[in-house]
């Protein structure tokens, strides 16, 4: 059974940093792409950011130049490194991704608070 764990999500005070991780486990299949959503109370889940399997990245304009998307294929692992972070950045931050056989997977969030 496949399953997306995140952690790192805390409270942080604006103009701070947290890194996320993102672990992938019982993974059959390789990955493509792996992604970072978003959503709050009332809001639809929304793509903060992605990243290909060759590394090409892709990013809101909400948090370009402030947040950073990598991977490790080998451990299936993907991170999130959120700098300058702002009130607005607080959501529950969930990972995805998707297999070569079209397969698509969710972790079940992590939430990040930032304090103004």
């Known amino acids: 059974q496949v399953q997306l764990v995140e952690s790192g999500g805390g409270l942080v005070q604006a103009g701070g940093s947290l890194r996320l991780s993102c672990a992938g486990s019982?993974?059959?299949?390789?990955?493509?792409?792996m992604a970072w959503y978003r959503q709050t109370p009332g809001s639809e889940r929304e793509l903060v950011t992605s990243?290909?399997?060759?590394?090409?990245?892709n990013y809101a304009d909400s948090v370009k130049g402030r947040f950073t998307i990598s991977r490790d294929n080998a451990k299936n692992t993907v991170y999130l490194q959120m700098s300058s972070l702002k009130p607005e950045d607080t959501a529950v931050y969930y990972c995805?991704?998707?297999?070569?056989?079209?397969?698509?997977?969710w972790g079940k969030g992590t939430l990040v608070t930032v304090s103004s």
């Open positions: 995805n991704a998707g297999d070569v056989t079209s397969r698509a997977y």
């Open positions: 019982g993974i059959i299949f390789p990955l493509n792409t």
């Open positions: 990243i290909t399997r060759g590394g090409s990245t």
